[in-house]
């Protein structure tokens, strides 16, 4: 009885209008910001799914978006994954029809769950992600919405819970509290969510260094890896990460 | 991919493509009853009679047996004899690059989305397996017919590969 799907490592991009946002420090590309180079060389060093982030997310960005995945998609041929602000049935179908694999609901899956029930009885549990940024509470997690800005003063556990049931594919799980601060996922997090959902749970929040990646990955039970600024800024590249974790005996796409 | 391709459901056209491909993520019960519904089962089955190169994707793989356990009372197409089954372990779907062996096709990391998995009668067609817990086929061909339960076109340089060698050969 082996499992030898693979753990997945995922960078996220920012998108704000046409362009990708914190990739400036990269050295051997002709133009850092442009999301379809920034996809090809993501694409070449191994990454297995790309994930964009709208941060702008208004009405006129998103045919921005819709248009960036369009030419990503004709270039790259690995899974694409897009979220920010996404709260309607129509706008999740543009993104797949224009080439997107799955789309991340955050705000709008806590405001109006039937949306997340809808999206995945319309295009399949594999193309819904539902995005929780969970914030710690004493001894369990509150989900946090409009970008981290508000507590949405529900237990993070029961809402992963929740959403599984209705029918997401896969959770996103970013943690508010190491965010940004380069000192390693929340593994307690994550082996919280991966032990009792029955779904993929895709880390995010916190890697600085390889160790980080491994022990999400091993202590934290996650099924796959979101990081980004270690990728932007060049520290490693992805596949640094992989031949990291390969040495470590963690089953790699190389 | 540098051939000129089509997206249709119109009966004539599908007869007069040189090949035929089948591509689908959907509910095995769904997918029949559409098929149905644009008479597109009797399309498949006739294409593939003719000898048209035809090349199946994930439920477009499933649909070409006879059943699913994903819907009970619904028949398949029974191109294939055999039923689709799902998997009794680990987290469900599988979503994630796995790795195949195969007979022709080689060997190397795909990109699955699947919950059900083909078990062919006749072992012979199994093309590609790959491992969930326990082994599983990642990939059937007879003939004319071929059928990936992984998405060739989101697995990256391989499943190009494996792509491009079926709109050559």
Redesign the interface.
Known sequence: ??????K?IIPCLDVKKERVVKGTKFVDLKDAGDPVELAKYY?EQGA?ELSFLDITASYENRKIIIDIIKKVAEQV???LSVGGGINSIETIRELLNAGA?KVSIGTAAVKNPNLVREASQKF????IVVSIDAKRKKNSWTVYIKGGREDANIDALEFGKKMEKIGA??ILLNSIDMDGTKQGYDIELNKKFSEEL???IIASGGAGKLEHIKEVLTKGKA??ALAASIFHYKKYTINDVKKYLKKNCIEV?I | MGEDSIITSDLKEILNADKVVFPG???FGDVMKELKKRKLDVIIKKAIEMKKPFLGICVGLQVLFEESEESPNVKGLGIFKGKVLKFK???????????ISSKTIGDG?V???NSYYAAPDDKNIIEST?????KFTAAVKKDNVFATQFHP?????F??RILKKWLTC
């Not at chain 1, 009885?1 to 693979?6: F, H, P, Y």
């Not at chain 2, 372990?89 to 790795?99: C, D, E, F, S, Y």
């Open positions: 009885m082996v499992n030898l799907l693979a997945r694409n297995d041929f690995i899974p694999e399949g549990s594999q193309a594919g896969e029955n779904i993929p099924d796959a796409r | 993520v959907g509910n372990q680990g987290k469900v779907p599988q979503i994630g690059w796995n790795k990391y990109y699955f989305v790959s491992d969930y817990y326990a076109e989101k697995s990256g340089e499943g190009l």
